[in-house]
């Protein structure tokens, strides 16, 4: 959620300048959820009595549960950061992984072609051969 708060606050406030990484404008509803859901599960307190190992059950216990109302102030938030990213003028960098299943790299070039920065650029990050390379963003066929 950070990722997209940054761009959000740089659509209302004058940033020196603003650095992404893998930010979301977007998301794949259908992955979120399934994402999600594996969250939301331990509301379900019975599941906690399925880990048989005591080290692990009290591992368990310790972790926070997401509030199902969570979900629905980050799709809020993403909604907000798409409609304030034409108000965003600092200067923008920006990383997205090329295989990124959760933040698609259409989030990036949706970013690049919205905001309003004259200064602005992507760098690519190819995860199979662990370097990354900087493209010009509109001939890059993604």
Request: glycine content about 4%; hydrophobic content about 45%; charged content about 20%.
């Amino acid at each position: 959620m950070g990722r997209a708060i940054s761009l959000h606050l740089a659509a209302r406030f004058q940033l020196a300048g603003v650095v992404t990484v893998c930010a979301p404008v977007y998301i794949n509803l259908m992955r979120y959820l399934t994402l999600a859901w594996k969250f939301f599960r331990c509301l379900d307190k019975e599941i906690w009595l399925d880990i048989q190992d005591v080290q692990a059950r009290a591992l368990y216990s310790g972790s926070e549960c997401v509030n199902p109302l969570c979900g629905l102030e980050f799709l809020k938030l993403l909604r907000q950061t798409r409609c304030g990213l034409k108000n965003v003028n600092a200067p923008l960098l920006i990383f997205q992984a090329l295989e990124d299943r959760i933040i698609l790299p259409e989030n990036s070039l949706q970013i690049y072609r919205s905001v309003s920065s004259r200064q602005k650029d992507i760098v690519w990050i190819d995860q199979f051969e662990a370097c990354a390379r900087s493209r010009q963003t509109e001939t890059s066929g993604i």
